[in-house]
């Protein structure tokens, strides 16, 4: 054995009786004290009463509107209902993604001719609707 590993082996020895020394002499941690006692409850002074709920009176009803609605000033778009029509055909006969996306550009044609819409505003609202599935000739 050459005098570097006898060393080396010392200096194992040492530090392994050093870490079995300083394991043994570890002192366990004392448990914790007992927790005190849960405080009696009093008795209550009397029952609570059940609550009851009574339905408030909200008054007498308010007069109807007129039956006839008021014009808002807005024609509905003329020519843009073959357009919704034409779509909702199409819609019947389009493969799956595009069929719901057809069913969707013919409501909206019917909300938005309804509502007054311009046709220009109407055909770019149902050709962002459609997501690049072809607008019906009626729409153009």
Known sequence: MSKGSLIAGCRTAALA???????????????????????????????????????????????????????TGAKASSGLGACCKALRQN???????????????????DTMAKSGQGKDTIVGAVRTALKGAGL?????
């Open 91 to 109: 819609a019947a006969s389009a493969p799956p993604p595009n069929d719901g996306y057809m069913k969707y550009a013919a409501d909206l044609c």
């Open 136 to 140: 019906p000739a009626d729409c153009k």
């Open 17 to 71: 009786g050093l870490l079995g020394a300083s394991l043994w002499s570890c002192k366990k941690d004392e448990p914790p004290p007992p927790l005190p006692a849960a405080p009696v409850a009093a008795e209550p002074a009397a029952a609570e009463a059940p609550l009851q709920l009574v339905p408030e009176d909200a008054g007498k009803p308010p007069e109807p509107a007129d039956s006839k609605p008021k014009a």
